[in-house]
């Protein structure tokens, strides 16, 4: 059931500037073209939006060392090609100053990077060599959206997993309103998430985030909120970027592990242009109980 204070609708006017460059180019960001080119291409911006890095070591706490990648790298070239693009197509005064870390070399007992993945501490991006020119554009937002928010983790867990859970569904809803698609992929391959098809959550889902149950997962419960966010509004870049900017700050204001604290906080940290649009979608998002004061 939808929350009764809203009207939930997708706009009716076409996409942004933004969203319509991007949906013009290929599904996979960057230079379709030779190594040449691509070098050529790479020198014209690079620097301008994008730093790329390589050599750096990598903890959970912190990136250390490294020295940056020139356009003879054809890695590092798809890279700084692709990102630039991709943050040239966000709203001006949102466009963030890009590092990105190819290939770091992890702890012993770390997950090695295969993939992208955005580093809290460090706001960095964390790049396996290997798909450095396959990488689609909504992982490539999403982790953007992570780099951007800096939230601090928070020391009560009820709250800290709630508030992952909000930043995964909020990353997922900026990728998907950027790109302006609810498909969201890893590659050029399958969808990972489809925000037009959510997970529907059970009580088993939440009994484990107060650890009554194992097995918490903040994607699959930020895919829900995210697709709630799309139902809303479809592709909406302006809320998209006040749902970032609620959870671009340290999470204040919470009271003890209590999940309606947690989540009234997030509200009001949210710009009053989508406040009450975000308190509907939570209210959709999650059970009734979970939003009563103890």
Known sequence: MKHPGIRWHRRAEGPSVGIAALLALP???GCDCGPSELESRCRSVRGQRVTVRAGARVSPDAVVGGTEVGCEDEDAARVVVALHEIVGSLPTASRPRLVVELDPVVEMGQAPVTHVEAHRTAGALLVGRSVAGSIHRTAWLHEIAHVRMERAPVSEPVAERLLSAAEEGVADYYAAAHA???????????????????????????????????????????????????????????????????????????????????????????????????????????????????
């Open 180 to 294: 302006g698609t609810p498909h969201l992929r890893r590659g050029g391959g399958a969808i990972v998430r489809d925000l037009e098809r959510p997970p529907r959550l059970t009580a088993l889902d939440w009994a484990s985030l107060s650890g009554v149950a194992p097995g918490w997962d903040p994607h699959r419960a930020g895919w829900a909120l995210a697709s709630g966010a799309w139902a809303a509004r479809g592709a909406d870049p302006d809320l998209a970027e006040d749902l970032v900017a609620s959870l671009a700050v340290q999470a204040r204001g919470t009271s003890g592990d209590a999940p309606a604290a947690t989540l009234g906080a997030w509200v009001e940290r949210c710009p009053r242009s989508s406040r009450g649009l975000l308190r509907a979608i939570v209210h959709d998002w999650v059970p009734a109980e979970l939003l009563r004061e103890p």
């Open 27 to 29: 599904v996979l960001i």
